[in-house]
């Protein structure tokens, strides 16, 4: 699974930089960046709600069955797809209203919703490619779900080549027509109906059918009905959080000082674009493997083992991506304005130094965004509703504390402002539920934990502190060029990782030496 994701995000690179071409970073670039990932808010309330949070345990639970618990899985599945096909068509039908939640207005307003009419259907599609993805998680098959969202890079990527080939960059939300709509957001979508479908084959090759069966009397889901309503909620909260930050941060453009760029919703996305490489290539890769066994372990809670496998498997995901996204993490804050330059070169220097203090700060909260996703994991997998409602409540309620601050503070760090939010509020929350969870478990090595993270970010700040200094000094004696950026990523990384490596022996943290290990088999450079 992180090989396809490593190649996934690469080419979601690509395509964040050949978007960067085509709209620039201002108004239009804000109108599709709106429209685009309006589908992405909606759909994470589907699989949060249902699709994660009830789907994969219950699939996992029916699988003990004698049948195999295929019929049980046929109702779910129909009434799930039922459910997620008229969400799509509601959201579809109400896509122009749902853009007047943004602050775009205008030219730029009415492009973010004949954008939204094409993009609104990746809702359907991107639950139908949630449903066969813990479908596959849940038959131990995580590598097809990791490489699915290649092909829908591919496809949006030669939509965007196609767009410059015809019309070249068009940042003016008022140059805009028809064609170019259909291109740009037509090819987007058709990429998201392209990583649901290619799963299909995957899917009948595990053996997997599935036959149409209404109704779900007689189950036993009233219980799980609630759990389901309370994470429902919880996912509601948090979105709604979300669409509260999208508004605040598109507003920042409108009161920017006339003639100065700031940092507005599209530098958000390309930083959180960034943000997501390390991310998901090495926490959500691990996690999305411990989830199914964290669900069956809770199924043996009553017995000594399952509430020891509990233990070590919360133990791990405390861990195991720690030693990779501590110093990835770092790196990036280290080499934040050329990586960014480098990326998106279609940036002007101003516009790249307002994205990278973005990014910086987004990035520090890498460590804590990764246990929040633990959390949830855990109420998921314990089906404590609840808690992850209270928890929701918790971090959302930072942020979109910080994002009113954002309103009364400059423009030009309106965003930064934001993502402290996102740093404070992952934090927060971090320490409350490793707190919570500990007491609940009846013990967990916190000190290993603590230990362990205090050692590798040592390490890692002896890396990347040269690594800064010298791609500073690359960028400053070529005078900022667009080269001296690719110059600066090369070499600092370099001296990164060989500083890393000395850090990594002044401070023995051996876990690092295993997280390579692990690597270096995966990628067949190592025998063992």
């Known amino acids: 699974m992180a090989s396809g994701t490593l190649v996934s995000r690469v080419l979601g690179m690509v395509n964040a930089m050949l978007l960067v071409k085509v709209v620039g970073q ?55 797809f039922a459910l997620i096909l008229g969400v799509a068509l509601l959201c579809t039908v109400g896509a122009g209203l749902l853009m007047r939640i943004t602050r775009l207005q205008g030219p730029a307003l009415h492009l973010a919703m004949e954008f939204a009419y094409l993009c609104m259907p990746q809702v359907l599609f991107y639950g139908i490619f949630a449903v066969f993805g813990n479908l596959l998680n849940a038959r131990g098959s995580f590598g097809p779900y990791g490489w699915a969202p290649v092909l829908n890079n591919v496809v949006a990527i030669g939509g965007e080549l196609l767009f410059l080939r015809m019309w070249g960059q068009q940042a003016d939300p008022t140059t805009w027509t028809t064609p170019m709509v259909w291109v740009l957001a037509g090819t987007a979508t058709l990429g998201i109906l392209a990583q649901a479908l290619v799963l299909v084959p995957v899917l009948i090759h595990t053996g997997f059918r599935w036959r149409p069966r209404w109704g779900l009397r007689g189950y036993g889901l009233g219980q799980i009905g609630r759990f389901a309503g309370l994470t429902f909620l919880a996912l509601c909260i948090a979105q709604g959080g979300g669409l509260f930050i999208l508004n605040v941060a598109t507003g920042m453009i409108d009161r920017a000082p006339e003639g100065r760029y700031v940092a507005g919703y599209a530098a958000y996305q390309n930083a959180n674009t960034l943000f997501q490489m390390p991310y998901s290539l090495i926490a959500f890769s691990i996690l999305t493997a411990l989830f199914p066994q964290l669900a069956r372990a809770w199924q043996r809670r009553d017995e000594a083992a399952g509430l020891g496998d509990m233990q070590e498997l919360l133990y791990k995901g405390l861990t195991l991506p ?134 590798m970010l040592g390490a890692s700040i002896i890396g990347g502190v040269p690594a800064y200094l010298v791609g500073s000094f690359i960028v400053w004696t070529m005078h900022d060029r667009l080269i001296s950026q690719y110059a600066a990523d090369l070499v600092g990384g370099v001296v990164f990782v060989v500083f890393l490596l000395i850090g990594v022996r002044i401070f023995r943290v051996r876990e690092f030496q295993t997280f390579l290990d692990s690597i270096l088999r995966r990628l067949h450079l190592k025998r063992g």
């Open 26 to 80: 201002t108004l239009a670039a804000d109108a599709f960046r709106s429209a685009n990932s309006l589908p992405n808010y909606i759909l994470v309330l589907l699989s949060g709600g249902i699709l994660n949070a009830v789907l994969l345990p219950q699939i996992t639970k029916a699988m003990k069955r004698p049948d195999g618990g295929r019929e049980f899985v046929d109702r779910l599945l129909t009434i799930t």
């Open 322 to 455: 720690m030693v990779g996204i501590i110093p990835t993490s770092v790196l990036l804050i280290a080499l934040a304005r050329p990586v960014v330059r480098g990326i998106y070169w279609g940036l002007t220097p101003e516009e790249a130094t307002a994205t990278a203090w973005v990014l910086a700060v987004m990035v520090a909260s890498t460590l804590a965004y990764t246990i929040v996703t633990l959390q949830q994991q855990y109420c998921f997998a314990t089906e404590q509703g609840g808690t992850n409602l209270w928890m929701q409540c918790l971090v959302t309620g930072l942020q979109v504390a910080f994002a009113l601050v954002a309103l009364s503070v400059p423009a030009s760090v309106g965003v930064v402002t934001i993502c402290l939010g996102m740093f404070t509020g992952n934090t927060v929350l971090a320490v409350v539920f490793t707190a919570y969870a500990r007491r609940q478990m009846g013990g967990l090595n916190l000190r290993g934990v603590l230990s362990l993270y205090l050692r």
